[in-house]
């Protein structure tokens, strides 16, 4: 997710001079202000994941949505994607 100050600027604007907001957020969607100023944003997980060393095919019970609170004291975390997802349900033996 990229901030960008439209403020006196000419369009379109080059994205790469947005600042970094948050960074690891698959397809963040659904993005809203809460009466805080707080961002508040939802991810989509990753599709068709195939993971042998989970056991195969995981997409249909992992299907990863997630509701991100993005707050101003963590502008420019990293939060994980495509490093690490959210799992729900994976069969033993590779369940948490």
Known sequence: IRRFDIANRTFPIDFQTGEVFADGIRNGVAM???????????????????????????????????????????????????????EYLLDEPYAL
Do not use: S
Request: glycine share 10%; charged share 20%.
């Open 32 to 86: 809203a202000h809460d009466k805080h100023g707080v961002l508040w944003a939802a991810d989509t997980g990753a599709d068709n994941l195939q993971r042998q060393d989970l056991g195969g095919d995981i997409t249909n019970d992992n299907p990863a949505e997630e509701l991100l609170k993005l707050p101003q004291d963590l502008m420019g975390t990293h939060f994980g994607y495509p490093y690490c997802w959210t």
